[in-house]
């Protein structure tokens, strides 16, 4: 090739013959497939289609069209839905333009210590309760409105809705829905059946969304949780397809979508404020998701993978790749069934639903410690005398003690 020289020639095939090697060792079949198994064997021939890794890559493609179809959902149907059943933004105070304590929001943190607030009061001019009071401002000026939590809770709404009863569909009449000892009947040479690989690019199109979508989703406390279970699903649809364990993907799929719709539509009467029909679907979703996640998914789940599906091969990696997956799924559903168990706790003292308790909620202007300051009593319940300072300005008890050589405990 004109231009090119000897060491350039050379390099590419150098690379590609490095990249096919690795290629090569890296989907050996020992490695993914049961004893006296090979991917040969998997080839499509006499008209019987079989899954491949490379199917999944339409998933791509699929996942942006999934963004746009998501926005035009919210933007159509979520927020006209959202006005209808009443839910209403709350009102918002407008936080007083300053460079010095928006740097600092910025940099340092949204939550200064008490002596930071006492030192910004001083730096700004201003008393402790204003420093305090801009803080909680800046603070819910960043959080979401009811709207847009109302309008991401029905876009998942409508899809766990859509897949689970589409993957109820594509499964009834599936001898495995019923008995999962089935799903190692004849594995790996199982054929794949085309509804089913459309359910399974779905789905995994649908995580991948919800990763591209991670910096406009509302950021909720459980958010570390949340990337890992994606990670998760994504590798057990993308792995359990490519060895053809679509089978037993398929019921853990399902399994997960029969109780995530009723927790969307949980949300979205609890932005409504319909307390009454919050409530009793809170009730159903808690019973739906431990019987499924903490009863079904350990007895059958796993199980069937762990003991059936060695049961006429021997252990290999993939075995282990695969149950291991299973189990980090299992720990997240513990991990929510805790924070479930204190919303119910929690909804058994109060008779109510009050919040998600993975949400950030949205401060008042006045927090109980300001009321406190405002009149403040001694021991003996007397009101404070003229001769103590004030707590309005910056030389409060939190700066006395300061002033003094003293440290606040954070």
């Not at 091969?313 to 299973?326: A, E, I, K, V």
Request: charge should be positive.
């Amino acid at each position: 090739m004109v231009g090119m020289t000897t060491e350039e020639e050379t390099a590419d095939p150098l690379q590609w013959r490095m990249w096919s090697s690795l290629n090569e060792w890296l989907w050996q079949d020992r490695f993914w497939l049961p004893p006296n198994s090979s991917w040969a064997d998997l080839e499509d021939r006499d008209g019987r289609v079989y899954a491949h890794p490379q199917d999944m890559l339409a998933a791509l493609p699929l996942a942006l069209a999934l963004v746009v179809v998501r926005f035009t959902f919210e933007r159509l149907v979520g927020l006209p839905l959202s006005r209808w059943l009443g839910v209403r933004n709350r009102a918002r105070r407008p936080v007083q333009p300053n460079a010095t304590l928006e740097k600092h929001f910025l940099v340092e943190g949204q939550r200064p210590t008490e002596p930071e607030m006492v030192i910004l009061a001083t730096q700004c001019g201003l008393t402790l309760r204003q420093t305090q009071r801009w803080f909680r401002r800046r603070r819910n000026q960043d959080r979401p409105c009811l709207t847009k939590k109302f309008c991401e809770a029905s876009w998942r709404f409508a899809f766990y809705l859509f897949s689970f009863f589409g993957g109820l569909s594509v499964l009834y009449h599936e001898s495995w829905l019923w008995r999962p000892a089935m799903c190692w009947d004849n594995y790996p040479y199982q054929t794949l059946k085309p509804a089913l690989y459309y359910w399974y690019l779905l789905e995994l199109s649908f995580y991948i969304s919800l990763l591209i979508t991670l910096s406009f989703d509302i950021r909720r406390k459980d958010f570390k949780e949340q990337v890992v279970h994606h990670l998760i699903t994504i590798t057990l649809i993308t792995f359990s397809y490519s060895t053809n364990l679509l089978r037993i993907g398929s019921l853990v799929l399902l399994l997960h979508d029969s109780a995530d719709y009723l927790l969307e539509a949980c949300k979205m009467f609890n932005y409504a404020h319909q307390w009454r029909v919050c409530n009793s679907l809170f009730i159903v979703f808690s019973l739906v998701f431990f019987y499924t996640r903490l009863v079904l998914f350990p007895t059958q789940i796993l199980y069937t993978t762990y003991y059936e599906s060695i049961a006429n091969s021997g252990p290999f990696f993939g075995y282990y790749f695969f149950n291991s997956l299973l189990v980090m799924l299992q720990l997240l559903h513990v991990f929510w069934s805790c924070l479930i168990l204190r919303m119910i706790r929690n909804f058994t003292k109060k008779g109510q639903l009050e919040k998600d308790i993975r949400s950030d909620m949205e401060e008042s202007d006045s927090s109980e410690g300001e009321e406190a300051q405002e009149h403040p009593k001694l021991k003996n319940g007397a009101a404070q005398g003229p001769g103590v300072a004030s707590t309005d300005g910056p030389r409060s008890r939190a700066a006395w003690r300061l002033a003094n050589g003293h440290m606040l405990a954070t």
